[in-house]
């Protein structure tokens, strides 16, 4: 059973930075791994993914530029790097991860596990 733990989260005011951590408890070297966030009242969105051998990311609009997605297979991490952040990022952010081809980053349903969210607070 794969288990995601997220930490790093928390609040901040408008402008700051925060970075975000998933471990898990296998080897991640051939996951597909993503961050989704999802604010009160809204559905939840991809944010950033990163795919086996981290050469390719992909990111939303709302964060390209701002937030980078890297990872830490020796660590069987996955990290998350907020800057510039905005209140407008304010959500409940969850780790995903699967090792099947297949699906667009984006997609919830190509992630077969996830955390249990981490909040990220942004003041204005």
């Known amino acids: 059973q794969v288990q995601l733990v997220e930490s790093g989260g928390g609040s901040v005011q408008a402008g700051g930075s925060l970075r975000l951590s998933c471990t898990a408890n296998v080897n991640i070297a051939s996951a597909y791994m993503g961050w989704f966030r999802q604010a009160p009242g809204e559905e939840r969105e991809g944010v950033a993914a990163?795919?086996?051998?981290?050469?390719?990311?992909y990111y939303a609009d709302s964060v390209t530029g701002r937030f980078t997605i890297s990872r830490d297979n020796a660590k069987n991490t996955l990290y998350l790097q907020m800057n510039m952040l905005k209140p407008e990022d304010t959500a409940k952010y969850y780790c995903a991860v699967d090792f099947r081809i297949g699906g667009t980053w984006r997609e919830e349903s190509k992630y077969r596990y996830w955390g249990q969210g981490i909040q990220v607070t942004v003041s204005s």
């Open positions: 990163v795919y086996p051998g981290g050469g390719i990311t």
